[in-house]
């Protein structure tokens, strides 16, 4: 719940302004709250003198507003979406936590429907191998469940399953990247801006990410898999390979025309 410290508020009224859910109001010069609540903090963000704060959230987490600190240059935030490439090829260099700190709060700050917070991070690297072993052998049992009939859409897994064993090397499915990222969220716009955020992050970081679907949906489809995840009953919306890419671009790739109506 939202609290308003009496002795700080000026009776502004710019939290009231800015509610969305028009919970607070301005009574005898002071801010109040209502019963409901999203707990969205923009009163907490815009408040002038600090007055306002969520017990519920680690308050010390907040930071202040600096100018300098945010501006963006539009040429090079333009660059850096135009610059970056999906990453097929790494380098065999386990990710920083300091790397994997940043990308968890990109991915943690990122803006949810209705303020739910509802994404869950699953960074998967010192048992990356227990993960590919899980894989593999959930998709040997399909294929042998299905006597060579597998459902279309398992095909290219049984398909990639016997390039690996045929040569142990062919790591294809999860291209020797040292890490991998589940995102789950009831809400897939949610995850999917998380991702996008968590990548540039990580082109910040002198990293790349490579969005899986093959992955994705392998893990979604084995509820024993989830499990082993820690994410029993939720749906996986987003997965990326993480890591260092071993291949330098020099140029950005050609586009088709923009698709676009302007009125």
């Known amino acids: 719940m939202v609290t308003i410290d009496q002795e700080k508020c000026i009776g502004c009224g710019l939290c ?3 509610c969305i859910a028009l919970n607070i109001e301005i009574k005898k010069e002071k801010a109040h709250v209502g019963a409901e ?9 815009i408040c002038p003198e600090n007055a306002v704060a969520i017990p519920e959230y680690d308050m010390a987490d907040v930071e202040e507003y600096e100018q300098e600190s945010f501006q963006l240059d539009p040429e090079n935030v333009l660059h850096a979406i135009k610059f970056r490439r999906s990453i097929r ?3 065999r260099e386990k990710i920083r936590q300091e790397d994997l700190a940043f990308l968890l709060q990109a991915g943690r700050y990122t803006a949810t429907a ?3 917070q509802d994404c869950c991070f699953v960074f998967v690297q010192e048992e990356l191998g227990g993960l590919k072993d899980r894989v593999w052998s959930s998709i040997d049992a399909l294929e042998e469940k299905s006597g060579g009939q597998a459902d279309p859409q398992w095909r290219p897994y049984i398909s ?4 690996r064993k045929t040569d142990p090397a062919d790591d294809y499915l999860f291209r020797d990247a040292p890490a991998v990222l589940f995102i789950t969220s009831a809400w897939p716009l949610d995850a999917g801006l998380a991702a996008q955020n968590i990548e540039m992050m990580a082109a ?3 990293m790349g990410v490579l969005y899986n679907g ?4 392998a893990a979604e489809a084995d509820e024993e898999l989830k499990k082993w995840l820690g994410i029993e009953g939720r749906q996986i919306r987003a997965c990326m390979l ?3 890419p071993d291949r330098q671009y020099r140029r950005t790739a050609p586009r088709r025309a923009a698709h676009m109506i302007w009125k």
Request: glycine fraction near 10%.
């Open 160 to 163: 990639f399953n016997r390039r």
């Open 16 to 18: 009231a302004a800015d």
């Open 242 to 244: 993480l890591g260092y």
């Open 204 to 206: 910040s970081l002198g």
């Open 114 to 116: 209705k303020n739910n």
């Open 37 to 45: 609540c999203l707990q969205c903090g923009h009163c907490v963000a």
């Open 89 to 91: 090829s790494y380098r």
């Open 214 to 217: 093959f992955l994705a949906r």
